[in-house]
């Protein structure tokens, strides 16, 4: 865009201004993704499919619907590859269940009902942030916490800092006089 003085002689002495404008992301408004999309949530769908070629993007909803003989189970990859059930972390069995995807990396999703999940009744995404950064496709763990134990005896260690030692040079002028 470009704007500049219209007053006589403005404009020739510089009292103009071009800006270029650019779009802050390359999504602006959050996708609600509905899981195998007619389908829903079913045995009989492969979701590496479906989510195949899709972006998701922080912010971005994925949507379950099912019936009672279903649920959906947020699991770790280990659980997701392994199909394990009872380590969820978090169940859903409302039938109706939105999932907002609030941070990059990746999800994982089974339904623990049993034989659905090695049925092939799971679901991977990676989720990037909105910025268009890709996420590392593991999580990183946070650093482990370092307690002090509280009814300890022994004091907490201190790093001995070293010992630092200070040289004054003194320069003596010879007065010539
Ligand atoms: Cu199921």
Redesign the pocket.
């Given at each position: 865009m470009y704007f500049i003085c219209p007053t006589a002689g403005h404009c020739t002495s510089g009292m103009k201004l071009a800006v270029s404008v650019v779009s802050a992301s390359g999504t602006v408004y959050a996708v609600n993704y509905v899981v195998g999309d007619s389908s829903g949530w079913t045995?009989g769908v492969n979701y590496a499919t479906w989510a195949q070629g899709k972006t998701f993007n922080v912010g971005d909803t994925l949507l379950f619907t099912y019936g009672s003989?279903?649920a959906v189970d947020e699991v770790s990859e280990s659980d997701y590859n392994n199909c394990v059930v009872g380590n969820a972390l978090s169940t859903h069995n409302d039938g109706n269940t939105t999932i907002t995807l609030s941070k990059a990396g990746s999800m994982y999703f089974i339904?623990p009902?049993a034989g659905?999940c090695t049925g092939g009744?799971k679901l991977a995404v990676s989720v990037v942030s909105a910025s268009g950064t890709p996420s590392p496709s593991s999580p990183t763990p946070p650093p482990p916490h370092r307690h002090t134990p509280s009814g300890s005896t022994t004091p907490p260690s201190t790093t001995p800092s070293p010992t630092k030692y200070y040289y004054i040079c003194q320069l003596s002028f010879l007065n010539s006089d």
């Open positions: 045995q003989t279903h339904c009902t659905h009744m």
